[in-house]
């Protein structure tokens, strides 16, 4: 008995009864019964437990008192209350009594109808009274949906031994109501040792909640009666699942009559979305549509939900013919949405759904878009607005007027044209004037058109918006130098003057060589203006500032260039140069173009002579030029195409090593002839693997865009090793460049790089082709015709074959083509044969 | 899973709605009780609460290459009215 084992215990009492048979003996096997009946009691069994009291106390009626205790709570458990509740109806019961009779109503009452009709207590008595209402919201509350008012209870104290009855009945509320937590809240308040806490477990598991202890046979069966049991149906989820991986057409078929079937029996409410996701999932693995509408039992319902999911599965394919399936869905989904009441038609929802759109629109080839345009289709502007990243643009910003649609929309516009750009920053500048992008490219437009008060006026409004941003820091000095620059080439020196004061009053113009610049300028608007002696000081001064009569002649030469007023400068040739002069033209013309570059006055316009001067000279020393003004020499150089000074430049910069070796690497891959494409491919590819070392993400951007660009070597990537060889071999080429000069022999390395062959492509991982590396006529000498079959007939089939395969038609798709929808019969297997 | 899910709210729900299912929910699962569901409920909450971030989110919730079988781990179980019959069956302990 003190391990539990009540039955074992009762066999050892009745066997010592047995032979001992003395009054001790009697009363150990009542004990013994008496603990094997609560032991059939907490298990449950209220039956068993009422039949063995029954036989207990027939045979030994001499210990009817000690069962007393226990034959209540058997009788309450078995729905006999009328002997042992009616104490309750007389009101001299000691308050003991009456607190045990409530406790064991507290315990073991599971008949809430018996005890309401009990007919020993009146009607009107209030356990009578709460057990009849707690029996109707119990029957209710598991028979449907129930009010909040429904199941209030307010007859039941929290004093009531039936107060549990109503902390379950709104548990059970709770659960069906899909309200878990509150269903919790109301299981963990049940006391444990009452008569509903024997429903908890059960209740737990309807929740999910794992319990330790295995639930008893009823409570299985009610848990599968409420909550259903999808084991099965989830099997035949698993099932279709594995077919659609392994791409088999039968499996899929036959596994999606099986999940329907089960969904039909076990969860009808989900049969409706089974059939989107599995229309959805067989559109994409372009199994046959109608066979899988056949085995589903119906088409898919096709509604928000639907369109949605379509348009994100064609969006995940990664093909870009789907793409317009994807834009078409979501117009679709759009129209259905706002059916449904998902969100209003003109709303910050659409308008994002417009971005998302337009966003997946400009990813189409020009090629699909001319064809939707322009092709069989011919789908007016309305038809098409989904496809239209101009259109979908326009809509967003139109419903949703704000900074980071027009940003998206002017970042389109940019990969477009200048005048789309500029015509987007208008608009947007004319909704959101606050928003300083648009003012800055307005700005920069109009300074291009060498519109210089328009730019001027952008400009005030920037410096209002952020007077602090260093485009707008610089746009100041530079505008207004270009204002100076156009009123000279428009032959008005008041107003340049008048600009020219305006500038030498900003701070910024005392920085680095700026004043040579200023003075350089002054020097132009007394000539232009006739006034010689200040124009002959200012020279004088442009002299001074940058410590060199050859600097300051390129200088006034370039800045009368770009004012067309040529004629006030003019340059000797570089021949009748002294010696020292011809020396300093090289750090001259680098000191100059930066210049230019800071204030940003376009390219220093120099005479073709003094550039082949400096190309010249720089081979001969370069030591007096440090790495930034080389580079500045080779920029030069490429901008006037003269590609011997960019690549003597190249040659100087790597021969000093450091950090800057892969810009010069770049430099040189820009300076190289057209011809030599694998040589520019090579170090543009090593110049960004050195960038990616140093995180130097301003080159590697551009050394990207060369790869990309008009290299056409994106794939083109080279390991460390690769990089240092490409450096080396180009260390060593000689400091010019030779016209007829082969290079440094990059064989091994472009035959595993760049051959372009499909053995080479297919070693490297890239994709090949069907067909790409298969002769034809090979194939057709090879293949066996059918005896009717003209050869000429078996070429076009096969070249057909090969187009649908190089365009991604379905087999299904060409058979039909070919030979009608009759082809499309038969299995996929003999099909594909 | 689905924000709107997480929260139980249709797609059409208004922002008091998202704002009363968020604090209904933070009240069952308190983050010292259940601190990783707290969190997928605090995030569902900031997904939902801008509109444009809601539009988003929901654009994308949508993930037609997940196996069907999450469907239904996806899906709240529909429960079925049995009557007291079962229920009264466990009380009695049968």
Redesign the interface.
């Known amino acids: 008995m003190a391990h539990g084992k009540s039955k074992a215990a009762l066999d050892h009492a009745k066997e010592h009864h047995k032979k001992q048979n003395t009054a001790a003996s009697e009363a150990l096997l009542v004990d013994v019964y008496r603990a094997r009946i609560q032991a059939l009691l907490e ?4 039956r068993e437990a009422k039949a063995l009291i029954d036989l207990v106390q027939e045979r030994y009626p001499a210990a009817r008192a000690r069962l007393e205790g226990i034959g209540t709570a058997v009788a309450a ?1 078995a729905g006999s209350l009328d002997d042992w509740i009616r104490p309750l109806n007389d009101p001299q019961v000691s308050p003991e009594q009456r607190e045990a009779i409530e406790q064991v109503v507290r315990k073991e009452v ?2 809430l109808a018996a005890l309401a009709a009990c007919p020993v207590l009146p009607p009107e008595h209030p356990l009578r009274q709460a057990a009849s209402a707690l029996d109707r919201a ?2 209710m509350v ?3 949906p129930v009010t909040e008012d429904a199941i209030r209870l307010p007859e039941i104290s929290r004093r009531s031994p039936l107060a549990p009855w109503k902390l379950l009945v709104r548990a ?1 509320a709770a ?2 109501r ?5 269903c919790r809240e109301q299981l963990d308040a049940i006391p444990g040792e009452s ?2 806490a ?2 908890i477990p ?1 209740m737990r598991a ?1 929740l999910g909640i794992k319990s330790p202890i295995a639930l ?4 299985t ?2 848990v599968q ?4 049991d ?1 084991a099965a ?2 099997r035949a ?2 099932s ?2 594995r077919a ?1 991986a392994a791409d088999q057409e039968r499996a899929v078929v036959a596994a999606v009559r099986t ?1 329907v079937q089960e969904c039909r029996q076990t ?1 009808p ?2 049969l409706t ?2 059939r989107q ?2 229309t ?2 067989c559109a ?1 693995a372009n199994l046959d549509k109608d066979e899988i509408i056949r085995a589903m039992g119906g088409p898919p319902r096709e509604d ?2 639907f369109y ?3 348009a ?2 064609m969006e ?1 394919s990664g093909e870009l013919e789907n793409i317009a399936i994807s834009c078409a869905a979501w117009d679709q989904f759009r129209q259905a ?1 706002v059916r ?4 209003p038609a003109n ?3 659409a ?3 417009y971005l ?1 759109m337009a966003e997946q629109a400009r990813q189409l080839p020009v090629e699909i878009l001319r064809d939707l345009k322009h092709g069989k289709m011919k789908l007016s502007r309305e038809e098409r607005y989904f496809i239209s990243p101009e259109e979908l643009y326009q809509r967003a910003c139109a419903l ?1 007027p704000h900074t980071e649609a027009f940003s998206q929309w002017m970042d389109w516009a940019r990969q477009n044209s200048a005048s789309q750009a500029e015509r987007v920053a208008a608009a947007w500048h004319k909704i959101c004037p606050g928003d300083l992008e648009p003012i800055l490219h307005l700005m920069k437009q109009a300074a291009n058109r060498k519109a210089f008060p328009s730019a001027l006026q952008y400009l005030g409004r920037a410096e209002q918006i952020d007077g602090v941003h260093p485009e707008v820091r610089q746009a100041r000095l530079r505008l207004t130098a270009g204002a100076i620059l156009r009123h000279l080439q428009q032959k008005k020196p008041p107003l340049a003057a008048e600009k020219l004061a305006t500038l030498a009053a900003l701070p910024q113009t005392q920085q680095g060589d700026r004043p040579a610049f200023l003075a350089a300028l002054r020097f132009l608007v007394s000539a232009v203006g006739g006034d010689t002696q200040r124009a002959e000081a200012a020279h004088a001064e442009v002299e001074r500032l940058l410590g060199h009569r050859m600097a300051a002649q390129l200088l006034i030469f370039g800045a009368a260039v770009a004012s067309k007023q040529r004629a006030l400068e003019k340059l000797e040739e570089p021949g009748s140069l002294s010696t020292a002069d011809r020396a300093a033209i090289p750090t001259s013309l680098a000191r100059v173009t930066a210049l230019f570059q800071d204030l940003n006055c376009g390219d220093c316009q120099i005479s073709w002579p003094y550039i082949e001067e400096a190309a010249k000279q720089l081979r001969g020393s370069s030591s007096s030029l440090d790495a930034g003004q080389l580079q500045v020499l080779a920029e030069a150089g490429l901008n006037a195409k003269h590609f011997d000074l960019a690549y003597t430049a190249s040659a100087a910069g790597l021969e000093r090593g450091g950090a800057t070796e892969a810009r010069f690497l770049l430099l040189r891959a820009r300076a190289l002839p057209q011809l030599q494409f694998e040589r520019r491919a090579l170090c543009t590819a090593a110049a960004a693997h050195m960038a990616r070392q140093h995180r130097d993400m301003d080159l590697l951007e551009q050394a990207v865009a060369l790869l990309r660009g008009p290299l056409e070597s994106a794939d083109l990537v080279l390991t460390a090793e690769e990089a240092e060889e490409v450096l080396r071999k180009e260390k060593a080429e000689p400091a010019s460049l030779g016209r007829n000069a082969p290079g440094p022999d990059y064989g091994a390395m472009l035959r595993k790089k760049l051959c372009d062959c499909p053995d080479c492509r297919r070693e490297r991982g890239e994709s090949v082709e069907p067909f790409e590396d298969m002769d034809l006529d090979e194939i057709l000498a090879s293949t066996p015709l059918p005896p009717d079959m003209p050869k000429e007939i078996a070429q076009i089939l096969l070249e057909e074959t090969k187009r649908a395969v190089e365009r991604g038609e379905s087999l299904d798709s060409l058979m039909a083509r070919l030979f009608g929808p009759e082809a499309r019969s038969g299995s996929k297997k003999r099909r594909r044969k | 899973m689905d924000a709107l899910e997480i929260l139980g709210l249709p797609v059409n729900a208004s922002e008091e709605e998202i704002r009363a299912a968020y604090l209904r929910k933070v009240k069952e699962h308190p983050p010292e009780r259940a601190p990783e569901e707290f969190e997928r409920i605090r995030d569902a909450y900031a997904a939902l609460r801008d509109p444009r971030r809601r539009m988003r989110h929901m654009l994308l919730a949508a993930d037609p290459g997940a196996p069907l079988v999450s469907l239904l781990e996806a899906q709240a179980p529909q429960r079925r009215f049995t009557g007291p019959g079962p229920w009264l069956e466990v009380l009695k302990g049968k």
């Open positions: 298990q449950n069994l209220s458990r599971c008949d119990f029957t598991t028979s449907g059970i659960c069906y899909g309200d878990g937590g509150a008569a509903p024997r429903l059960a309807m008893t046979a009823a409570a069966a009610l009666q409420v909550s259903g999808p149906l989830r989820l698993e279709l699942d659609l999940v969860a409410e989900q979305r089974l996701h599995i959805v999932r994409v928000a939900y949605r999911l379509f994100r599965a995940q949405a449904e009441g998902w969100f709303g910050v929802e308008a994002t759904l998302h949703d």
